[in-house]
């Protein structure tokens, strides 16, 4: 079973700027991507960010393009997601979740970290 595990979340002041972490664990682990999505009550989930598990491509969403990056640390096995210049509408709970072939659907879903942006 693999558990992901979100962290990183707080509260920060509109312009500022917070590293979000996800922590894999359980049994070895090889999807296709990695990404990060985002949510608030009443709206579906947004994607934020991807990336190719094994090296590579990145993929963002339009609106954080430019301002926060995906990456991974390999001997860790954790994803990061560096968001700046951080506006009050992101304010939502932050997911990760994997990929396990492209086009399938996402899952592995972990708890969410919340992230508060205040103007």
């Known amino acids: 079973q693999v558990q992901l595990v979100e962290s990183g979340g707080g509260s920060v002041q509109a312009g500022g700027s917070l590293r979000l972490s996800c922590a894999v664990s359980?049994?070895?682990?090889?999807?296709?991507?990695m990404g990060w999505f985002r949510q608030t009550p009443g709206k579906e989930r947004e994607f934020v960010a991807a990336?190719?598990?094994?090296?590579?491509?990145?993929y963002y969403s339009d609106s954080v393009k430019g301002r926060f990056t995906i990456s991974r640390d390999n001997a860790m096995n954790t994803m990061y997601l560096q968001m700046n210049s951080l506006r009050p509408e992101e304010t939502a709970t932050y997911y990760c979740?994997?990929?396990?072939?492209?086009?399938?659907?996402?899952?592995?879903w972990g708890q969410g970290t919340r992230v508060t942006v205040s103007s």
């Open positions: 979740a994997a990929q396990m072939t492209m086009g399938s659907a996402w899952g592995s």
């Open positions: 359980g049994r070895t682990f090889s999807p296709s991507r």
């Open positions: 990336l190719a598990w094994n090296g590579g491509n990145t």
